[in-house]
């Protein structure tokens, strides 16, 4: 059988304030056109579908459109929920997926049997698909509890508890004429973040170890992490990575999706697919009079200016380089914070006096900063 492996689309994504949904479409439409040319015969879409637990509307319409597009490849759909989805918001798609032909698992449910997806490929090739949404620590303890499981602990980690739910879904992988998959929506020990994911769900509080996943199966497809990578485990285990850079943390990272190949009797073959659709995000740096000479890059731009701070500056940067949506101080200008900062007592000082000391800490002398600064106080006193 043939899977198509994406994840982490993050539709609804506003970047410095810049929409994303024009690239989103494209970047899409892509993985679309990619699954029309390879006729998969199982798309997984391993979570974070959306970028908040609120899409609106039309972020909506696009994830719909496209699961169902994918659907209408021919191709068996299972998407599952990550940390950015609203789970029950997601359940409550359900009636719609099911009449579409589409297996939607936003959240775990009550019985596990749920969360075990089979099916049988055109050519006979027969497979189960263990479907495990994102758990935060909290639901994990709980579906430890609902599962009739070990009972959860306060000494047992969330390795410990997600390792028992993969362990019980995973519990059909017996028949040796079937292909046995699991797609779930977490951190692994050793894998490498891409950069723009959401810090409190990849600390080593959420990683777990390879060795969560069952040793027979024949693919792993995960979500959350958004670099694409091979993560070393009893079995093949993959990060599809997300299909663009979601933050400029991720510029470096190439959009795909990842194609897999494998029977029940064979070793899966893995193979990365590129979609080029997304907007490069890119850095430039320098003093103002280096970013005048520069030819701006293609695609949105990050701004490291080379310069001390002064009321004015983004705007003349925002002149120089209209695409630029994040503008700062180059990092490597800004001084540690130390005696000066440290000496700057608050009791019996005036508001202008500490402001004054925090500017003068951070080597910005700009004294219409200071002249703006009296005015609010002037305000904010009468």
């Known amino acids: 059988m043939k899977i198509l492996h994406t994840s982490d689309w993050h539709v609804g994504k506003v ?3 810049q929409s994303r949904a024009e690239e989103h479409t494209r970047v899409l439409a892509q993985v679309i056109e990619i699954a029309n040319a390879e006729r998969p015969d199982l798309v997984i879409v391993a979570g974070d579908l959306y970028d908040t637990g609120a899409p609106t509307p039309e972020a909506t319409r696009l994830v719909t459109r496209a699961l169902t597009a994918l659907r209408r490849t021919g191709a068996d759909v299972v998407a599952i929920g990550g940390n950015h989805d609203n789970g029950p918001a997601l359940d409550a798609l359900r009636p719609w997926a099911e009449a579409a032909g589409i297996t939607l698992r936003g959240s775990v449910r009550d019985n596990p049997a749920e969360h075990v997806v089979d099916g049988v490929t055109a050519a006979g090739e027969r497979w189960q698909l263990a479907a495990l949404p994102f758990l935060s620590q909290r639901y994990a303890v709980r579906a430890v509890e609902m599962y009739e499981l070990t009972a959860a602990e306060a000494n047992q980690t969330y390795a410990d508890h997600l390792g028992r739910v993969l362990a019980k879904l995973a519990e059909g992988f017996t028949e040796p004429d079937r292909v046995h998959l699991v797609t779930a929506h977490l951190t692994v020990v050793g894998a490498s973040t891409g950069g723009g994911e959401r810090d409190a769900h990849t600390v080593l509080g959420y990683a777990v170890p390879a060795t969560v996943f069952p040793g ?8 959350h992490l958004h670099r694409s990578q091979r993560v070393i485990g009893p079995c093949p285990i993959r990060y599809s990575g997300s299909p ?8 470096e990272n190439v959009g795909s999706v990842t194609l897999v190949e494998v029977t029940a009797t064979t070793a899966a073959r893995i193979r990365e697919v590129p979609v080029p659709g997304a907007t490069p995000l890119r850095t430039v ?8 000479e520069i030819d701006p890059p293609d695609g949105w731009l990050r701004v490291y200016v080379r310069e001390q701070p002064r009321a004015g500056l ?3 940067v925002q002149e120089l380089l209209p695409r630029a949506l994040e503008i700062r101080i180059d990092p490597e200008l800004v001084p540690a914070p130390g005696s000066a900062t ?3 007592q608050r009791a019996g000082r005036s508001p202008r006096e500490l402001f004054a000391d925090y500017l003068t800490s951070r080597g910005h002398a700009d004294e219409g900063v200071r002249e703006l600064f009296d005015e609010l106080i002037e305000e904010v006193d009468h």
Do not use: C, I, M, S
């Open 285 to 292: 740096r320098g003093t103002l009079a280096q970013l005048a």
């Open 244 to 251: 663009l850079a979601v933050d400029f943390g991720e510029q």
């Open 216 to 223: 027979n199966a024949h693919y792993v497809a995960l979500g």
């Open 15 to 17: 970047l410095k304030g």
């Open 314 to 316: 983004r705007e003349e």
């Open 342 to 344: 440290r000496a700057a």
